[in-house]
């Protein structure tokens, strides 16, 4: 048995994002392109001879309780699995929270595959994905990581090549957006523009970053840019500082730009880091 692990939680971001329907259970059917990326949060795990999950996190304003991502993702694996052990979660997060880029949802990936191989609990990949999205939608797609479509709610996955090599810069404002808000603020049926999400699955297969850039789209900005300008305002000046193109991710309200020349997204993370008005990183895509 392994007694304590050290583990890396990858974010995410969608290269395109696209709402098919409001269904009738209140969710929405979508069409995402998912490309995780170099930032993570660090997590180190210790079981423990008392029983119980008790965490420890960097951020102060994070539950360290049933109501934190990691909770609910071991209490499923004990639950199931019946142990006499418990578990210790130190959490050291960089991933910014509530920011669309799933890092709760990761947190909770790690913690399943880490606890899965611990405990020697021998589930599959698939197994732990039909566990993971009981805690979340975008969990089964941390616990694969690398470039996937994702359907349905976003659970349903579909592996594709991985993203050209390129810079990814992330940019978040000092804003809050609710994903709650956003979904429920969403026109579904009266969106006059969708992304071409098959065009950029076509670019990924061609290894074509300008195309599949060019094609990037988010449906959710129709709710947070009229909401939330700034976030206009960080995509415009993205492409000017050279991003082959820029998008909010997920919810929002992080943006990120795609930059084929690393040296231009090095210059740009320092002009936006020394305006001092954003969380900014630095980061690229990650493979399976
Ligand atoms: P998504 O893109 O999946 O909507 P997000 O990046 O917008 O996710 P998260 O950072 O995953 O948002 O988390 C949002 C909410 O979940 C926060 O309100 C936070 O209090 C709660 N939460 C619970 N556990 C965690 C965790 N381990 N890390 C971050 N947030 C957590």
Do not use: W
């Amino acid at each position: 048995m392994i007694k304590e692990m050290r583990l890396k939680a990858n974010a995410k971001i969608n290269l395109g994002l696209d709402v098919l329907r409001k269904r009738e259970d209140g969710y929405h059917d979508l069409r995402m392109i998912m490309q995780s990326i170099s930032l993570h949060d660090v997590l180190e795990l210790t079981l423990t001879r008392t029983p119980g999950i008790r965490i420890r996190t960097n951020l102060g304003f994070l539950p360290v309780n049933e109501d934190n991502l990691v909770h609910k993702a071991a209490a499923l694996l004990f639950e199931e699995f019946g142990t006499e052990q418990g578990v210790f979660i130190d959490l050291k997060k960089n991933i910014p929270v509530a920011a669309g880029l799933a890092g709760g949802s990761s947190d909770a990936a790690a913690v399943l595959t880490g606890l899965n191989r611990m405990l020697d609990l021998k589930l599959t990949t698939e197994e732990l994905m039909e566990r993971g999205v009981r805690i979340g939608a975008d969990v089964p797609f941390c616990i694969l990581k690398g470039t996937a479509l994702a359907e349905g709610i976003g659970e349903q996955l579909t592996v594709l090549p991985a993203l050209p090599r390129c810079s990814i810069l992330l940019v978040k404002p000092p804003v809050h957006v609710s994903t709650k808000y956003v979904y429920t603020h969403l026109r579904a049926d009266e969106l006059s523009e969708h992304p071409d999400i098959d065009g950029q699955i076509e670019a990924l297969h061609t290894g074509d970053l300008a195309c599949l850039s060019a094609k990037m789209g988010n449906v959710l900005e129709t709710v947070t840019l009229p909401a939330h300008p700034v976030i206009g305002t960080i995509k415009d000046k993205l492409r000017s500082l050279g991003a082959l193109n820029a998008m909010m991710s997920g919810s929002g309200p992080t943006v990120f730009g795609i930059f084929d020349d690393p040296q231009k997204a090095r210059e740009a993370y320092s002009r936006l880091k020394s305006e001092g008005a954003y969380q900014v990183f630095l980061t690229e895509g990650i493979n399976q």
